[in-house]
Every structure is written in C-alpha cells, then in structure tokens.
C-alpha cells in the first residue's frame, strides 16, 4: 500500500518536462549576455498531428520553438547542427525577462537539458553549371586589340 500512495504522489507532483523532436530552422546562434553568460540558441520546427476530421478554418500544422543552450557540453553540441538536421530535445519550459533599453521584454522557450541528433540534414546537389551550347563553343574569342 506504501508504493501505490508513493506512485500516487509522484504522479501528483508538479512536473516541467519537455521532449520535442524536430528539425533545427537555421544555424544556432551564440551570443554572450551581459551578464557575461554564454547563451545558444536555435529554432525548432516540430510537426502536428493530422487535425481531427470535419477541423474548419486554418489548419496549422507546426510549432516552431525557440530553444536555448546554457550548458558548455548542450551548447556545443548545438553548434554542430546544420539546418534542417532532426534532433531530439529534452529540457524544461522557461520564461526568460530581461530589458531591451527601458521596456521589459519577455520569451518563453525551452531550457535544453539534452539533445542528439537524430538525423542529418539530406545533402542537395548544387545545380548543374550550364553547359555552354554548341554555337557558342563555335565563336571565336576576340580579345580586345585584336581583329577577327
């Protein structure tokens, strides 16, 4: 009887957890505060699920979230990411206030705790150089002075 009213009470407690997997939007940015703390952040472009059948109006059908990297070992892994890369976040919901000049500012984001990628940006070819057509590989090269 303990363990129930033990797992009762830890499903009870207040809880702030968040596991996100999406892809990154854009390359992480690093600035430092003025706090001289160092921050990373990026963007986090998370699927929805299909809306239920018969859903009217506009169907939104992603969230994008802002993450943030406080720690040395989540801020350089961070880093790493190329765009659209697929990773796995787990971290905290925060709101972070500061002042921008006289006007309070807020942001809720998410506090990174962990994450790993899961999988690589798909690589695109560069577009093919254009061949030059067959008429044009014809015509002589004048340079300037000379006379054809």
Same mark, same amino acid.
């Given at each position: 009887?303990?363990?129930?009213?033990?797992?009762?009470?830890?499903?009870?407690?207040?809880?702030?957890?968040?596991?996100?997997?999406?892809?990154?939007?854009?390359?992480?940015?690093?600035?430092?505060?003025?706090?001289?703390?160092?921050?990373?952040?990026?963007?986090?472009?998370?699927?929805?699920?299909?809306?239920?059948?018969? $859903? =009217?109006?506009?169907?939104?059908?992603?969230?994008?979230?802002?993450?943030?990297?406080?720690?040395?070992?989540?801020?350089?892994?961070?880093?790493?990411?190329?765009?659209?890369?697929? =990773?796995?976040?787990?971290?905290?919901?925060?709101?972070?206030?500061?002042?921008?000049?006289?006007?309070?500012?807020?942001?809720?984001?998410?506090?990174?705790?962990?994450?790993?990628?899961?999988?690589?940006?798909? =690589?695109?070819?560069?577009? $093919?150089?254009?061949?030059?057509?067959?008429?044009?590989?014809?015509?002589?090269?004048?340079?300037?002075?000379?006379?054809?």
């Amino acid at each position: 009887m303990a363990r129930q009213d033990e797992q009762e009470q830890h499903a009870a407690a207040p809880r702030n957890e968040v596991v996100l997997v999406g892809r990154v939007s854009g390359q992480a940015q690093e600035r430092e505060l003025p706090s001289g703390d160092l921050l990373v952040t990026f963007r986090l472009v998370v699927d929805r699920p299909p809306p239920p059948k018969g $859903a =009217v109006g506009r169907v939104v059908t992603v969230d994008t979230l802002d993450c943030a990297c406080w720690g040395a070992g989540v801020r350089r892994t961070a880093r790493g990411f190329a765009s659209d890369d697929v =990773v796995e976040v787990t971290g905290a919901l925060r709101r972070r206030f500061w002042r921008a000049g006289p006007v309070p500012a807020s942001r809720t984001e998410v506090e990174v705790g962990s994450l790993r990628r899961l999988a690589r940006a798909p =690589v695109v070819p560069e577009p $093919a150089k254009r061949r030059r057509s067959a008429a044009a590989a014809e015509v002589p090269v004048v340079s300037a002075g000379q006379s054809s």
